[in-house]
Nanobody, 115 residues
């Protein structure tokens, strides 16, 4: 059974930093591309960043140079380090993996950035 358990997030002032974590189980983690999405009400879920099994990373233009995605294969954990946060980054953030032809999501973590 695939499980993605998220931690981190919360309330921060603009310009601040936060780190999200997502620990995976039930999936061959070191071979998986791990994704971070975010969603605000009335909008589609947006891909924020991902990291492949080889460590290659991709970022949405809106977060490039501010967010860093990384992984620790020994801990089956992917991280999203968010810096220089802006009110527009306020959203629920989700960890995601596609495995065995299915999408799996973390429980979601609220990130709120106050101006």
């Amino acid at each position: 059974q695939v499980r993605l358990v998220q931690s981190g997030g919360g309330l921060v002032q603009a310009g601040g930093s936060l780190r999200l974590s997502c620990q995976a189980s039930g999936v061959p983690f070191k071979f998986a591309t791990m994704n971070w999405y975010r969603q605000v009400p009335m909008k589609q879920r947006e891909l924020v960043a991902n990291i492949t099994s080889s460590g290659s990373t991709n970022y949405a233009n809106s977060v490039k140079s501010r967010f860093t995605v990384s992984r620790d294969n020994a801990r089956n954990t992917v991280y999203l380090q968010m810096a220089s946060l802006e009110p527009e980054d306020t959203a629920v953030y989700y960890c995601h993996v596609f495995s065995r032809t299915r999408d799996f999501w973390g429980q979601g973590t609220q990130v709120t950035v106050s101006s």
